[in-house]
């Protein structure tokens, strides 16, 4: 690990001012930038921890976000729904009592995420920034199209944890189980600059597919930080999230479903939401689950016939294609779990 500066930001424009290098743009830039001074902002310090130890990441300064006011607050917004301050840890979501109340699915997900240790420091907001976790990606010595090399090592390699979907150019999987739900639930991120500007941002619409950009995950900005989360009112809406890994603690999914239903008072559902992670570079949206369920009252086998159609156009690799029955009876149960859960 090399040698940097700290730094602590107490407002948002003081993090923003500090904040000239997105963590992806740190990785990427060249040993004169680095020592010219690029700085990084440290939410949790999990996943930047990970990377100074593993050397891919050398900042010349890291600006904590941990002093600055309202970013580790959850507030009801005046019509509805949650405001979640992105320094948040996942140990107090999955605990909070509104977030219980009117988000189980999501306080599901986060609780059982990593481990409790991991849980009382890791935030929400740097949760849904992490790099991958691909091997290849991780070590120093490949040098993979995400780093600026030129082919991914996972295609042909090693990739029993790799994407289904989307791996062409990159077969990352997004590594953040609260994403998986917080698509499924329609959630916003509020993304603030060194300007006091504030855009909003559609949480699927935040992330970044390869074929996108090869190098980052987000469309996150130099001088700009993830300062809320922002969740709709869910009145009337059914949702469930279930995930398998090799283990039942601290492990990253192999897979995990999102399912949100809007039901009409016939119980026919008029909308479908349907998220996989661990499935693709960014959450995916089954969008042929989706239209399978529409206007149908649910049932065993409509359910049955959606998660067919989740999975109709995946790609598997070599050494991932047991993820396909996989996801095909999450889906199939998260759905039958969303039609049981309460409005």
Same mark, same amino acid.
């Given at each position: 690990?090399?040698?940097?500066?700290?730094?602590?930001?107490?407002? =948002?424009?003081?993090?923003?001012?500090?904040?000239?290098?997105?963590?992806?743009? +740190?990785?990427?830039?060249?040993?004169?930038?680095?020592?010219?001074?690029?700085?990084?902002?440290?939410?949790? #310090?999990?996943?930047?921890?990970?990377?100074?130890?593993?050397?891919?990441?050398?900042?010349?300064?890291?600006?904590?976000?941990?002093?600055?006011? #309202?970013?580790?607050?959850?507030?009801?917004?005046?019509?509805?729904?949650?405001?979640?301050?992105?320094?948040?840890? !996942?140990?107090?979501?999955?605990?909070?009592?509104?977030?219980?109340?009117?988000?189980?699915?999501?306080?599901? +997900?986060?609780?059982?995420?990593?481990?409790?240790? =991991?849980?009382?420091?890791?935030?929400?907001?740097?949760?849904?920034?992490?790099?991958?976790? &691909?091997?290849?990606?991780?070590?120093?010595?490949?040098? &993979?199209?995400?780093?600026?090399?030129?082919? &991914?090592?996972?295609?042909?390699?090693?990739?029993?944890?790799?994407?289904?979907?989307?791996?062409?150019?990159?077969?990352?999987?997004?590594?953040?189980?609260?994403?998986?739900?917080?698509?499924?639930?329609?959630?916003?991120?509020?993304?603030?600059?060194?300007?006091?500007?504030?855009?909003?941002?559609?949480?699927?619409?935040?992330?970044?597919?390869?074929?996108?950009?090869?190098?980052?995950?987000?469309? !996150?900005?130099?001088?700009?930080?993830?300062?809320?989360?922002?969740?709709?009112?869910?009145?009337?809406?059914?949702?469930?999230?279930?995930?398998?890994?090799?283990?039942?603690?601290?492990?990253?999914?192999?897979?995990?479903?999102?399912?949100?239903?809007? !039901?009409?008072?016939?119980?026919?559902?008029?909308?479908?939401? =349907?998220?996989?992670?661990?499935?693709?570079? =960014?959450?995916?949206?089954?969008?042929?689950?989706?239209?399978?369920?529409?206007?149908?009252?649910?049932?065993?086998?409509?359910?049955?016939?959606?998660?067919?159609?989740?999975?109709?156009?995946?790609?598997?690799?070599?050494?991932? +294609?047991?993820?396909?029955?996989?996801?095909?009876?999450?889906?199939?149960?998260?759905?039958?779990?969303?039609?049981? +859960?309460?409005?």
């Amino acid at each position: 690990m090399n040698r940097f500066a700290w730094a602590t930001a107490r407002t =948002v424009s003081e993090a923003t001012a500090a904040a000239a290098s997105t963590v992806a743009d +740190a990785m990427s830039a060249s040993p004169d930038a680095v020592r010219d001074g690029a700085s990084v902002v440290k939410a949790g #310090g999990i996943d930047l921890l990970d990377l100074l130890k593993e050397d891919l990441l050398a900042p010349a300064t890291v600006v904590s976000l941990k002093e600055i006011p #309202g970013l580790g607050a959850i507030v009801e917004e005046p019509g509805g729904g949650l405001r979640i301050g992105s320094m948040v840890t !996942l140990a107090h979501l999955a605990l909070h009592p509104m977030v219980r109340h009117q988000y189980p699915a999501l306080s599901d +997900a986060v609780g059982s995420s990593a481990s409790p240790q =991991v849980r009382n420091v890791a935030t929400l907001g740097g949760n849904l920034l992490q790099r991958p976790r &691909c091997w290849y990606f991780r070590s120093v010595e490949h040098r &993979c199209l995400r780093k600026g090399g030129d082919h &991914c090592f996972a295609i042909l390699g090693e990739n029993q944890y790799h994407a289904i979907f989307g791996n062409t150019y990159c077969a990352i999987v997004h590594p953040s189980t609260a994403a998986t739900v917080l698509v499924a639930l329609g959630a916003a991120v509020t993304l603030t600059n060194d300007a006091g500007a504030v855009r909003r941002v559609l949480l699927e619409d935040f992330f970044v597919s390869p074929d996108q950009d090869i190098e980052r995950e987000n469309d !996150l900005k130099p001088h700009e930080i993830l300062t809320a989360i922002l969740l709709p009112p869910r009145a009337g809406m059914h949702t469930a999230h279930l995930k398998q890994g090799e283990r039942d603690s601290f492990d990253w999914p192999l897979a995990d479903v999102a399912v949100t239903l809007d !039901l009409d008072p016939e119980g026919r559902c008029k909308r479908a939401v =349907v998220v996989l992670g661990a499935a693709a570079p =960014v959450p995916h949206r089954a969008k042929g689950a989706e239209a399978a369920l529409a206007g149908k009252r649910i049932d065993g086998n409509i359910a049955e016939q959606a998660a067919a159609a989740a999975l109709k156009d995946a790609t598997p690799l070599a050494k991932n +294609a047991y993820k396909l029955p996989l996801f095909a009876a999450l889906v199939r149960r998260a759905i039958l779990k969303a039609m049981a +859960a309460q409005s």
